[in-house]
């Protein structure tokens, strides 16, 4: 897929945005949340490791687990902007032999992509409109961990991403941002065989990392 443009994605996380996180990231290294969720994986549990990121946007995740000792890297992402920053900062990290690239929405790619210890979605199903189907279908994709970074659910939450999604559609911008159950998140990744291990908030986003029970 060369282009991506589902749901604003492209216009939204633009070149623009991308070199801005880029940015960020090689100055002040991982935050909010991402800094929570990184933290949680030690290097006992990641080392000679596969992974796989969906909506990495310039790849933090990658480029920092690969640090904890990571042995290869597959990242999805829909926007061709975050994708090229990505790529460039493995390159600069030395690190992009390791990782393979799909450019594109997740769900077109999922049933040909190979299976990983970890898989995470670092604030991706907030941009996603159906958020069970892209959970479901990146699930089975884990063989150990599974990890998510959304939104939480309540009321103010909600009606925060109402004015939001108004706003944008008042001045013709397609981005939408999504306010998922975490009831049934949660009931649809513990039916599918894994528990939850650990659970933080930043702000308004949930950090939760599940675990593959044993005898799944
Ligand atoms: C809010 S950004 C988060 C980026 C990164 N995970 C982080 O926390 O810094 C969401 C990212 O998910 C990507 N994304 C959203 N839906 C996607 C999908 N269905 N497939 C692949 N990427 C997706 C977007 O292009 C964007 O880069």
Do not use: W
């Not at 994605?9 to 990184?38: C, H, I, V, W």
């Not at 690969?66 to 890297?73: D, L, T, V, Y």
């Amino acid at each position: 897929m060369s282009c991506c443009s589902i749901n604003g994605l492209d216009k939204m996380f633009n070149e623009s945005n991308a070199a801005k996180e880029l940015k960020k990231y090689r100055s002040q290294g991982p935050s909010g949340p991402t800094k929570t969720f990184l933290a949680f994986f030690g290097q006992e549990q990641v080392t000679g490791k596969t992974l796989l990121d969906i909506g990495g946007g310039v790849g933090i995740i990658q480029h920092e687990l690969m640090k904890k000792g990571i042995r290869n890297a597959i990242s999805v992402e829909a926007s061709p902007a975050y994708n090229n920053a990505s790529q460039l900062e493995a390159e600069a990290q030395g690190h992009e032999n390791k990782i393979d690239y799909y450019m594109g929405d997740f769900i077109t790619y999922s049933s040909q992509l190979p299976t990983t210890d970890v898989v995470t979605l670092d604030k991706v199903i907030c941009c996603y409109p159906n958020g069970e189907d892209l959970v479901s279908k990146s699930l089975v994709l884990s063989n150990e961990y599974y990890g998510l970074v959304y939104p939480s659910d309540n009321i103010l939450i909600k009606l925060g991403a109402s004015l939001l999604n108004f706003y944008k559609k008042l001045t013709k911008n397609d981005y939408r941002s999504y306010v998922h159950s975490r009831k049934k998140i949660h009931s649809l990744v513990q039916s599918n065989g894994f528990n939850k291990i650990f659970e933080s908030r930043s702000g308004f986003m949930m950090i939760e990392v599940y675990k593959k029970r044993a005898d799944e």
